[in-house]
């Protein structure tokens, strides 16, 4: 059976460091109120001018470096991504661009907080039907630029930050790798965790209007995404498990979203 292998990984942040306290001076908040609650001391921001794609493409440099391999082999490049660079097209263009790659397929996945495992899965995909041999998936974001810093904004401001990771996914004949993927997705909580604007269904699609109300500042009901967090997560994690036939002693390491440590 074909079987997809991490055979390189990378990251990238900014090398801007934004602290706690440095927040304190935007808006009403402490450093002692972001630890108890997310167990956050700092966070990386991007300066003026850097956007999601220079985070995707040196985080795939670094990738295609550590599995060792000829950019000229990846198949196909896919970005999870909800802060490409532009309206359209997507970030995995530019990175297709910058390593100089023949003009393979490249697309971006836009499944806000869960894009890279939807990306992930999609690169698994490929590679277990024997389409493809190398998959570079990339998960990439800028957030900081989309935030409301204002004390109206706190909640949001305080968790979200900018980073990439990529990883080069291989074709591989034996048991090892990616054993499977679980997607999931509930639409009538959109709202709970959304951004309006700009928004195609309005004419034009960002409007003066628009930026007054504050519709292009990312909204979240912060207690329905945690209670949400916290009782989907443990399902999928079983689903996982039941499908391979493994119990939670098999496992050594869970890895986690990374948004708060309480969840
Ligand atoms: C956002 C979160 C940390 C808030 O923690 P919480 O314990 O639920 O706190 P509450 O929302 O009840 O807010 C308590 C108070 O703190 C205030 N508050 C919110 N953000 C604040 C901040 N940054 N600094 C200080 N006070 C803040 C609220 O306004 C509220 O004040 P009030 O009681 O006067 O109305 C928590 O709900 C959470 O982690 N949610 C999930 C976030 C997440 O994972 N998002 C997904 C990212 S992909």
Request: net charge negative; hydrophobic share 40%.
């Amino acid at each position: 059976m074909n079987r997809a292998k991490i055979q390189g990984i990378g990251y990238s942040v900014p090398d801007r460091i934004v602290t706690n306290s440095e927040l304190e001076k935007y808006m009403d908040t402490s450093d002692e109120w972001i630890q108890s609650r997310s167990g956050i001391k700092e966070r990386r921001w991007v300066s003026s001018g850097m956007g999601t794609s220079d985070l995707a493409i040196d985080a795939s440099k670094k990738a295609i470096q550590m599995a060792d391999i000829d950019p000229q082999t990846i198949d196909l490049i896919i970005v999870g991504s909800l802060t490409s660079d532009y309206f359209f097209p997507g970030v995995s263009a530019q990175v297709q661009d910058a390593l100089g790659i023949s003009p393979i397929g490249a697309f971006d996945v836009k499944a806000a907080c869960s894009a890279f495992i939807y990306s992930l899965s999609i690169g698994d995909q490929f590679i277990q039907t024997g389409k493809f041999q190398t998959v570079l998936v990339i998960g990439a974001e800028v957030q900081s630029t989309a935030l409301d810093m204002s004390t109206k904004g706190r909640d949001m401001a305080v968790l979200f930050a900018d980073g990439a990771g990529a990883v080069i996914l291989k074709k591989h004949d034996g048991d090892s790798g990616i054993l499977s993927t679980h997607l999931h997705c509930q639409g009538k909580f959109l709202k709970e965790l959304w951004c309006e604007g700009p928004a195609s269904r309005e004419n034009p699609r960002l409007s003066v209007d628009m930026l007054k109300e504050g519709r292009h500042f990312p909204y979240m009901n912060g207690r329905e995404v945690f209670k949400n967090a916290v009782r989907r997560f443990p399902e999928v994690i079983q689903e996982a498990l039941d499908e391979n036939d493994l119990s939670i002693d098999d496992i050594s390491l869970i890895i986690p979203h990374q948004a708060n440590e309480r969840i």
